[in-house]
């Protein structure tokens, strides 16, 4: 077994290595925290269902795909179904559909870029 291990790798470590350092919003105070980091960095907020197989696959490709120091772009995530409130507050704030996955760029509390689906895409962040 452990030479498939060497061959291979660790299939938990290359996945733990793969990870994003996505921050959580969860409460409006965090909400308030985000768009007050905006305006000195931009921030990305992806908007998730796990319940939702093409979410996952953009999120996926979305985090293979993501190139970017932490010093340029600040990560956020919101799960739509456990924190459906703040997923609709964003859109209503931002005047965006609702939609999911989505990812929104907010730079200086406003959305500069916002993709849904297919569409979105790290590439276009920079």
């Known amino acids: 077994m452990s030479w498939i291990k060497s061959i291979l790798g660790n299939?938990?470590?290359n996945e733990a290595e793969e990870k994003l350092p996505w921050k959580l919003?969860?409460?409006?105070?965090?909400?308030?925290?985000?768009?007050?980091?905006?305006?000195?960095?931009?921030v990305a907020v992806f908007k998730h269902s796990p319940r939702c197989g093409i979410s996952s696959m953009v999120l996926r490709s979305f985090e293979r795909n993501f190139a970017y120091k932490p010093d340029e772009v600040s990560l956020f995530m919101v799960?739509?179904?456990?924190?459906?409130?703040?997923?609709?507050?964003?859109?209503?704030?931002?005047?965006?559909?609702?939609?999911?996955?989505?990812?929104?760029?907010?730079?200086?509390?406003?959305?500069?870029?916002?993709?849904?689906?297919?569409?979105?895409?790290?590439?276009?962040?920079g």
């Open 79 to 125: 799960d739509v179904v456990a924190y459906r409130e703040i997923s609709l507050g964003l859109a209503r704030n931002f005047e965006v559909q609702h939609e999911s996955p989505q990812l929104l760029v907010i730079k200086n509390r406003k959305v500069i870029l916002h993709q849904s689906h297919h569409e979105i895409n790290a590439e276009f962040l």
């Open 25 to 42: 919003l969860t409460a409006d105070v965090q909400v308030e925290n985000m768009l007050k980091e905006s305006e000195t960095i931009a």
């Open 11 to 13: 299939k938990a470590d």
